[in-house]
């Protein structure tokens, strides 16, 4: 499969994130697949490519030509194919489009935004990929939490809590990608 990893670009975290999602690329490529990401050098971006090249899998990186022409963010130097896109906006498309899931490892808020914006197309049936939170020594409890808050306040359906799994355990996020999502309709999904 192609998994898209959105993830960090600080280089500047606590180095348990960086080896444990070096970690999950090895296993990546171990178990077949190939990654779709932002394309940066640092952080946890640079952290799963690496992992991904060291267990011998294939990365494809895309990004936006400014970051390069402005030095916005260390850009990979290893990715088997290098995309450069004209924006952000597509930047984003184009991970979206390439891939057959997504894994969200911790991030700030470039990676919020890319977790929001797959699952909300996700719950308007979009797409029906799998999106797997990989909850890191518990970066994502509060996130987890303000999501449950809003389903008990109703501004969330409480099925939509299975349009992605949410766990520290690395086999569970690989079984949540692997597994083929369940037919929805946004009937289902969104009051509205
Ligand atoms: P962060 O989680 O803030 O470290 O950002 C992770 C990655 O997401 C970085 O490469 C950001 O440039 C990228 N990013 C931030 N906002 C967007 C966006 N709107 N579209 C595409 N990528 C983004």
Redesign the pocket.
Same mark, same amino acid.
């Given at each position: 499969m192609k998994i898209c990893v959105? @993830? &960090? &670009?600080?280089p500047t975290i606590d180095p348990r994130y960086i080896e444990a999602v070096e970690k999950m690329g090895r296993e990546m490529a171990k178990r077949g697949h190939s990654l779709v990401f %932002?394309g %940066?050098g640092n @952080?946890l971006?640079g952290a799963a490519a690496r992992g991904v090249r060291d267990g011998g899998g294939k990365i494809v990186g895309v990004i936006p030509k400014f !970051?390069d022409e402005e030095s916005? *963010?260390a850009i990979c130097d290893f990715c088997d194919e290098l995309i450069f896109t004209e924006s952000? $906006?597509e $930047?984003?498309q184009i991970m979206e489009d390439s891939c057959d899931a997504f894994i969200v490892v911790p @991030? %700030?808020? %470039?990676? !919020? *935004? *890319?977790f929001f914006e797959v699952l909300t197309l996700k719950q308007l049936c979009r797409h029906n990929k799998p999106i797997a939170i990989y909850n890191i020594m518990g970066y994502y409890n509060e996130l987890h939490e303000t999501m449950n808050s809003a389903i008990a306040k109703n501004f969330i359906r409480g099925n939509c809590s299975d349009l992605y799994v949410i766990s520290d355990d690395l086999e569970k996020v690989f079984e949540c990608v692997e597994t083929p999502e369940a037919e929805r309709t946004v009937r289902e999904l969104k009051d509205g």
């Open positions: 959105f @993830g &960090a &670009a600080s %932002g %940066g @952080g971006m !970051f916005v *963010e952000m $906006r $930047r984003k @991030g %700030g808020i %470039g990676t !919020f *935004e *890319e």
